[in-house]
């Protein structure tokens, strides 16, 4: 993908401004949710997103994408 960003290119305008770039590395769906598993760098990102958004957009294994974080959405947790 180029410079643009994915949103760009789909002529989307978000507010969030923490954009992450990276590759898909697991799609588990369950019955209403998918936990998607992306790598950004050396890190990875989980995403727990709708089952619908997941078919949607057709997410698979090796996808290139943006996870999109807004604050109101971010949880941490310490194992």
Partial sequence: MEEGTFWEALSTRLSARNRLRGV??????????????????????TAFITREAAEALGLKKGDRVEAVIKATDVMVAKP
């Fill in 24 to 45: 898909v590395e697991s799609v588990e769906l369950g019955e209403v949710g998918a936990k998607v598993r992306i790598g950004v760098g050396p890190s990875t990102v």
